[in-house]
């Protein structure tokens, strides 16, 4: 499976079982990092599958086509919009960006990012420029990208028990149809 858009949540399934060593050379591997991220988020946001969803496939593109950290957030958005919508897209595609918000305006986020995270940070462009942070300020799912970003950086604990893709499978069919 390359990084095509995904067309069925049966290829989404497929695609995040696949997930191929760590994530980002990370203490979990790719599947417990999404999964661990859709379940921050259902804690957090219990009522807002799109939230949920954009958490469990915000890193497919880095699936699908692997050592691409500069480019897997827009690549991993186009894969999913067909799929999952605009909203879910827009997420997956502003995860990097809002990373380096985050690093950009909060001086002590830095210091919550793992060695990996850093690393891809220069990848993704570093910190961002006075208007590429306002930029970010007009966008109205900012908030959204900055809880999703939170949760993928709490989303790397060795051996953490958390709902499986069983558990998800009905919640994509569900996000998939609207």
């Known amino acids: 499976m390359s990084a095509d858009a995904l067309l069925s949540v049966d290829d989404v399934l497929a695609l995040l079982r696949r997930g191929p060593g760590f994530a980002d050379e990370e203490d979990v591997d790719q599947l417990a990092h999404a999964l661990q ?4 988020l259902e804690q957090e946001a219990p009522l807002d ?4 969803i954009a958490g469990l496939v915000h890193d497919i593109a880095s699936i699908a086509a692997p050592d691409s950290p500069a480019t897997h957030a827009p690549v991993g958005g ?3 919009r067909a799929l999952f919508g605009t909203r879910v897209a827009q997420l997956v595609s502003l995860h990097a960006d809002a990373k380096r918000y985050l690093v950009t305006t909060d001086p002590g986020y830095r210091a919550t990012l793992s060695r990996r995270s850093l690393e891809t940070l220069v990848a993704q462009g570093g910190l961002l420029s006075d208007p590429a942070v ?3 300020q007009q966008l109205p ?3 959204d990208a900055l809880t999703l970003r939170r949760a993928d ?3 790397k604990v ?14 994509l069919r569900r996000v998939a149809s609207t």
């Open 141 to 143: 799912e900012l908030e």
């Open 49 to 52: 599958l799109e939230l949920q």
């Open 153 to 155: 950086d709490g989303a």
């Open 134 to 136: 306002a930029r970010m």
């Open 158 to 171: 060795a051996n953490a028990s958390v709902a499986g893709l069983d558990h998800w499978e009905p919640v």
């Open 37 to 40: 991220c859709a379940a921050r």
């Open 78 to 80: 186009r894969m999913v």
